[in-house]
Every structure is written in structure tokens, then in C-alpha cells.
């Protein structure tokens, strides 16, 4: 499975609240009001054009009342009877999901949900770790710098580029890729809506500034915009993601002219994307003039500077008279030998390192709430696989092996844009 492309979102999305059928017009009234006490996601792909749907079953606060309570302990049937009683979800949906598993006459958790003390535990864990696993990639800095040494694009840091070569297509995308390969973690199980493992968290206030761990990723015609950092900082103001923010129409539009309009507004993103992409990746040799720029987008000159001064203010280019240089990183074909050098060494280093630590991380969290409801392990991995993969990012920072997303000088903090056009796990 292409890791870019797992449907992961580690519990940021807001869960949507839908009206539900109750016994009485104030419980519905209570329900609407409630916040979620839920962030929910999967590993995987479903569609609620299929019955149940995991997302609409889990947006119910009865039913996120009801699992929490599972989290603590097995239930009886007649709690179970009396907690979703009034909502539009039935047991027999949870069932059908696998959400819950009946053992007896007593409900039991049977998917990987996280308390907020198992969220505690699995950061207090992690720091540990993540220390050990920034250390092992730390004995091959030498490596590491040295390969970077042909990477000779004007303006930009390589240590921006070894950010994303080693944070985000190595630990990030090729560490899902090792852990699955491996069995360290689930990844598909069939379920009536779809092939996927679930997974939820409880809403809890707890910062995730400065845990890396966070690829927003988009590709036009060839060309690959991506964002990369924490999910503190959200929104990011950087490409892909200011992109997939089609501007809601006003309500008095017909709904037919409404869906019209949003498809010709997603199809003129879709364009911009792929210029701006172009106009990138044309500096990654060198600074080039508006001309040289509008020849390589394809565009106008009269187009292509409007895209400019877009750049521009989004911080990935600067200009003196006229000339436009790049100041973030640019990947093109020529620099497949690096890159290709740089995930080699982060998959030798997270090989060795899984083998020798997986199963110490395992029996340390062995009191996880799903685990001793009998989910396996494997089944929450991926989410603890982020975390410490998103805290080594960080030591790796405060190391100065990787450039700081929240360094004094970078105009939107938190992440580090990036264009390419390899092909990378």
C-alpha cells in the first residue's frame, strides 16, 4: 500500500455531528449540543455508500459514550441496552463493524480506541524511544551530510531537504511501509463499508507541537506538492493545502449552479497546482526570469506573474530584479541519487531498529486500554508508530541534523513545503 495514501488523519479531522432519532425532543437537543468526545480515523478505505458506515456510527456521541465506557471494561448487556438507548445506532451495527465483540452476557471493546491516559503513556514511552531511534540515525550523520553535499540548489538549506527526504518520505512514508511489510502493524481487514482498521482517540488537550509527523500531500500532472510538520499549526499556509479550499458558495445559489461552479473552481486548483508546481521545479537550477517561468508553467507572462507574486508572498521564492530564485526544497530527476541514498539509510536504520526494540515498546505499553480488551497490538501500531517517528523528527531538529519548521526566519511555521517529481514510497 502506498503510505501517502492511507486515509490517516490521526484524530485531527473534527468529527461531524448528525442529528439523531431519539425518544424525546430535549435528548435530541442535548445530543446536537454535545462536543465529540471522539477523534476517529482509519488506516485504509471505506464509503458510507455501504451500510453501517464507520464514520456515521462513530460521529454519534452515544455511541462514543458507549465505547468509552468499553475502554474501561468489559460491559453487560443491559448497560449496553440502556446507553445507546435513544440513538439511531443499534449494537448490532458495532457488531457488524467489529467495533464491540459479545463474549457471553458482556459487550467488549474490540478495536484499537485510546483514553487520554493511554495517549499520556504512549508519549511518556515514545520520548524514551524516539531519543534511542534519533541516535541510531545520528551514528550515520556523517553519511547523511555528505550525501547532501551534491544537493546544489541556489538559496535552499539542505538541511530543509534532509527534513524531508529522512523525516517525511523515510520515517514517515517508507516507516508505514517497513512496519506493515513487517507485521508490526494491521493495515486491512474487511468490514461491511470497506477494507480498513479503525482507530479513535478521546479528545483531550494535548499540544502536538513540535511532534513531525504530518505529510499533506497532492499531485499534479507529474508533479508533487507536499507540506510537512506538526499538526499544532494547523492550517498550514503552504501547497498542497491552500489548494483544497474551495470557497463555499452562498446558500441562495441553486444547488445545481452551486456543484457547477465548485467543479470549475476544483479543475482551475487543479491547473494552478500543476504551474506552480512547474514554476518550481525550473528552480531547482538555478535562479530564472519570469519568462524562463511562464516557458515552464505553460502559462503567460502576464499569468505566470500573478503565480510569482503567489510564491512570493507564500514565502517558496524570492526576487531581485526580476530574477526569481527558490527557497524551499526542489527535487527533479537529477537528484534521484541522493534521494534513493538518503531512504536507504533510513530503512537499514529503522530495520535494525524495530527488530531490536518492537517487542520492549510492546510489553511496555501492554496496559494500552485495547490491549486488555484483547485487540492486538498491530492494530494500534500505527498510531504509536507516529508518535515515535513525529518525537525522533524533533530531537533530530534540536540536533541540527534537520532544518527547525519553527526557525525565527520562516513566515509560516510549523511544517516545510517541498516540490518534487520523483518517485518516492
Known sequence: MNSKLIIYTLFLGAAVLC?????????????????????????????????????????????????????????????????????????????????????????????????????????????????????????????????????????????????????????????????????????????????????????????????????????????????????????RFMLPDLLWRVPDLPPSYPDTLKVALQELLAASFQRIGYQLGRIMLALRDGEKSSADLARAAGAKEGETKVLLHVLMVLDYITEHDGIYRAKIPILTKRDEALARKILAIGRQVMERWLAENYESIKGELRDLSFLRSGVPFSEGFTMIWHYLFGITNRKLVEAGLFADPYAATRKYKGAIPVVYELALP
Not at 67 to 72: E, N, P, S, V
Not at 157 to 178: E, I
Not at 193 to 198: L, R
Open 19 to 235: 442529528a439523531v432519532g431519539t425518544s424525546s425532543a430535549r435528548r435530541d437537543n442535548v445530543i446536537a449540543r454535545q462536543e465529540p468526545l471522539l477523534r476517529y480515523s482509519i488506516v485504509g478505505s471505506s464509503s458510507c455508500d455501504k451500510k453501517p458506515c464507520y464514520y456515521e456510527v462513530m460521529s454519534d456521541i452515544a455511541v462514543q459514550k458507549f465505547l468509552l465506557k468499553l475502554a474501561r471494561g468489559p460491559q453487560e448487556r443491559d448497560v449496553a441496552r440502556v446507553a445507546m438507548e435513544g440513538s439511531a445506532v443499534r449494537i448490532a451495527d458495532l457488531l457488524a463493524l467489529r467495533l464491540i465483540r459479545r463474549e457471553g452476557e458482556r459487550y467488549v471493546l474490540n478495536f484499537a480506541l485510546f483514553t487520554a491516559a493511554d495517549v499520556k503513556r504512549i508519549r511518556d514511552t515514545s520520548e524514551r524511544y524516539a531519543e534511542s531511534l534519533a541516535a541510531a540515525i545520528l551514528t550515520r550523520r556523517k553519511e547523511i551530510e555528505e550525501a547532501l553535499r551534491a544537493y546544489d540548489a541556489p538559496g535552499v538549506d539542505p538541511k530543509a531537504v534532509a527534513y524531508f527526504l529522512l523525516g517525511c518520505a523515510s520515517l514517515d512514508w517508507d516507516g508505514l511501509n517497513l512496519t506493515a511489510d513487517k507485521g508490526y502493524r494491521k493495515t486491512t481487514e474487511q468490514r461491511p463499508d470497506g477494507t480498513y482498521v479503525p482507530v479513535a482517540e478521546e479528545v483531550a488537550k494535548i499540544s502536538l507541537e513540535k511532534i513531525y509527523w504530518g505529510s499533506h500531500n497532492a499531485t499534479y500532472d507529474g508533479v508533487h506538492l507536499t507540506s510537512f510538520g506538526d499538526h499544532h499549526s494547523l492550517p
